[in-house]
């Protein structure tokens, strides 16, 4: 059981560039959802879904897009990179909202020169 | 949802029980407590979570005073691998499962 699976690990683009943090769970959450986490502070909530077809926004959504076409799969899209977008980040599953324990990947280190 | 107050920074003796507070004050009715931790820059992890009564697990217990307006994480036997930033989040158990962190306490535990 791979639980929360984030990809890649480390990435450095330049501003500008576009790229696809990929969230993969093997668990059947249908819960899904992105953080942030800049130095010394807590994650912030980016874009979150209830389930296949159903997204929203989060506390920092700009210059994020997201979509969720499948259960399992919850891809982060940066369009325009920019340097205020370096952070470390989180994706997360549950069961269906409630009080359900959310489960986290190991995160993607994302610098953007 | 609420806000939680925490200290920044905690040290436990290896073996010694960690006792992590959390402010709430502003804390309504139908809103649980919970508890997750980060160990250097890894994922949270979700460690207990309650709505009024007491709640033990094989990870942690969890107490909350009968107003409610703040609770202690207690860890009881503190290990090395417990060092970790600790965060309290307040939430109700409806809607969609979207959790606001603070920035937590730092705990170390000091050989």
């Known amino acids: 059981n791979a639980g929360v699976t984030q990809t890649p690990k480390f990435q450095v683009l330049k501003t500008g560039q576009s790229m696809t943090l990929q969230c993969a769970q093997d668990?059947?959450?249908?819960?899904m959802s992105w953080y942030r986490q800049d130095p010394g502070m807590g994650l912030r909530l980016i874009h979150y879904s209830v389930g296949a077809g159903i997204t929203d926004q989060g506390e920092v959504p700009n210059g994020y897009n997201v979509s969720r076409s499948t259960t399992e799969d919850f891809p982060l899209r940066l369009l325009s990179a920019a340097p205020s977008q370096t952070s470390v980040y989180f994706c997360?599953?549950?069961?269906?909202?409630?009080?359900?324990?959310?489960?986290f990947g190991d995160g993607t280190r994302l610098s953007i020169l | 949802d609420a806000k939680t107050t925490q200290p920044p920074s905690m040290d436990c003796a290896e073996g010694r029980a960690a006792n992590l507070p959390c402010n709430h004050s502003?804390?309504?009715?139908?809103?649980?407590v919970y508890w997750y931790r980060q160990i250097h820059s890894q994922g949270p992890q979700y460690i207990i979570h309650?709505?009024?009564n007491n709640e033990t697990n094989e990870m942690a217990s969890l107490i909350i005073t009968e107003d409610r307006k703040s609770s202690t994480l207690i860890l009881p036997h503190a290990t090395l691998r417990d060092t970790a930033v600790y965060y309290c989040?307040?939430?109700?158990?409806?809607?969609?499962?979207?959790?606001?962190f603070g920035t937590g306490t730092r705990l170390t535990v000091i050989p």
């Open positions: 502003t804390i309504s009715g139908n809103e649980y």
């Open positions: 997360a599953s549950s069961l269906t909202g409630g009080y359900q324990p959310q489960h």
């Open positions: 989040i307040v939430r109700v158990q409806a809607g969609a499962n979207n959790l606001f």
């Open positions: 668990m059947n959450h249908e819960y």
């Open positions: 309650g709505l009024k």
